[in-house]
């Protein structure tokens, strides 16, 4: 498995700046564990615009093995995930009595459903939070249960964070493979705008991670459904 770890980086723009009674999350290491390419670079790059350090782990497998060698201050699990989703990959954690064993797990899920709502604290996650998700929703979320477990947030510094740029992709798309990007007025680009904060390369790397990814999810997630496997068929939605 491979382990990334981004360190807060200085720079002119960031999507959401906190307010001066707003604390950052310098010294806040945080796990995004989350098998969608640009899913993991939106979250990432919010995190680290507050001041946290991120590592990634790109399925519930990856995140078990990492956990068992890196202790964190708090998880960004992904529900539906190939090799071990996010339900199977809490109970792991939490019963390895390792160093993350009883750090805030916060789910992203996509669903509404009551049934997911249950089912993410019966396996000992904390919380969830719905995507696609506001920078402040999640924010509020992660410190509500940082102060919660540790009390940390109360001891880091309450100036907002340094503006940062986007950490270097761990995932880069080859040039010979990018694809012309239309930005224009039929696309709505309001939300990618608002994270990216005025950076034109973070909206164009996302776009073209977009572009190159959904042609071959659609082409799957078509074959699942005339096979009629209705598992990955959830999965890929």
Same mark, same amino acid.
């Given at each position: 498995f491979q382990l990334a770890s981004?360190?807060?980086?200085?720079?002119?723009?960031?999507?959401v700046e906190l307010t001066e009674d707003q604390p950052s999350l310098h010294g806040i290491h945080i796990l995004i564990v989350e098998d969608i390419l640009m899913n993991r670079k939106v979250v990432a790059r919010m995190l680290e615009g507050w001041g946290g350090q991120t590592s990634i782990a790109k399925d519930g497998l990856?995140?078990?093995k990492i956990c068992e060698e890196q202790a964190f201050d708090l998880i960004l699990m992904d529900i539906q995930m190939p090799n071990l989703d996010g339900y199977d990959a809490t109970r792991r954690i939490r019963k390895d009595n390792g160093p993350n064993a009883d750090i805030p797990i916060i789910a992203l899920t996509a669903s509404t459903r009551a049934r997911v709502r249950d089912q993410v604290l019966e396996v000992g996650m904390n919380a969830y939070v719905l995507k696609p998700? *506001?920078?402040? *929703?999640?924010? @509020?979320v992660i410190q509500q249960h940082l102060l919660a477990a540790t009390q940390s947030l109360k001891e880091v510094a309450t100036t907002p964070p340094p503006r940062i740029a986007p950490a270097p992709s761990p995932d880069p798309i080859p040039e010979e493979e990018a694809p012309e990007i239309p930005l +224009? $007025? *039929?696309? $709505?680009?309001?939300?990618? @705008? =608002?994270?990216?904060?005025? $950076?034109?390369? #973070? /909206?164009?790397?996302?776009?073209? /991670? #977009?572009? +190159?990814? =959904?042609p071959g999810e659609l082409e799957s997630l078509e =074959?699942?459904?005339q096979e009629q496997d209705w598992e990955q068929v959830k999965q890929g939605a």
């Amino acid at each position: 498995f491979q382990l990334a770890s981004q360190e807060p980086l200085p720079a002119d723009e960031h999507p959401v700046e906190l307010t001066e009674d707003q604390p950052s999350l310098h010294g806040i290491h945080i796990l995004i564990v989350e098998d969608i390419l640009m899913n993991r670079k939106v979250v990432a790059r919010m995190l680290e615009g507050w001041g946290g350090q991120t590592s990634i782990a790109k399925d519930g497998l990856e995140a078990v093995k990492i956990c068992e060698e890196q202790a964190f201050d708090l998880i960004l699990m992904d529900i539906q995930m190939p090799n071990l989703d996010g339900y199977d990959a809490t109970r792991r954690i939490r019963k390895d009595n390792g160093p993350n064993a009883d750090i805030p797990i916060i789910a992203l899920t996509a669903s509404t459903r009551a049934r997911v709502r249950d089912q993410v604290l019966e396996v000992g996650m904390n919380a969830y939070v719905l995507k696609p998700f *506001e920078p402040k *929703e999640l924010y @509020r979320v992660i410190q509500q249960h940082l102060l919660a477990a540790t009390q940390s947030l109360k001891e880091v510094a309450t100036t907002p964070p340094p503006r940062i740029a986007p950490a270097p992709s761990p995932d880069p798309i080859p040039e010979e493979e990018a694809p012309e990007i239309p930005l +224009n $007025d *039929e696309v $709505d680009m309001s939300y990618l @705008r =608002t994270l990216g904060g005025g $950076d034109e390369e #973070f /909206i164009k790397e996302m776009v073209e /991670i #977009f572009l +190159n990814q =959904t042609p071959g999810e659609l082409e799957s997630l078509e =074959t699942h459904v005339q096979e009629q496997d209705w598992e990955q068929v959830k999965q890929g939605a």
